[in-house]
Nanobody
């Protein structure tokens, strides 16, 4: 019974930046591995990045590595995705995800509703 609400999406020009936020309900946020996924029109949902419970471990998809940064603030029950050097290929609906235990790339326990990110040429 964890609810995730994304925000921060919008329209940005190529080369610009955007910061997404995901606010989680409940008091057990710090026990969840968190991650971001995205889905572009006509494409499969893909992994973007994830962060461990204490924030000490972070992983990214090759397509965003070096441009995106995931972070979390357990005191605020929030995970962030800082996106820099955006290009039109980053256009997608971005979803926040939570996983109690194990790899978030294998199974996601909770999904947010998503927030649209559109990058213009």
């Amino acid at each position: 019974q964890v609810q995730l609400v994304e925000s921060g999406g919008g329209l940005v020009q190529a080369g610009g930046s955007l910061r997404l936020s995901c606010a989680a309900s409940g008091q057990t946020f710090s026990k969840y591995n968190m991650g971001w996924f995205r889905q572009a029109p006509g494409k499969e949902r893909e992994f973007v990045g994830c962060i461990s419970r204490d924030g000490s471990r972070v992983r990214y998809a090759d397509s965003v590595k070096g441009r995106f940064t995931i972070s979390r603030d357990n005191a605020k029950n929030t995970v962030y995705l800082q996106m820099n050097s955006l290009n039109p290929e980053d256009t997608a609906i971005y979803y926040c995800a939570a996983k109690w235990m194990g790899s978030i790339t294998i199974k996601v326990d909770y999904w947010g509703q998503g927030t649209q990110v559109t990058v213009s040429s």
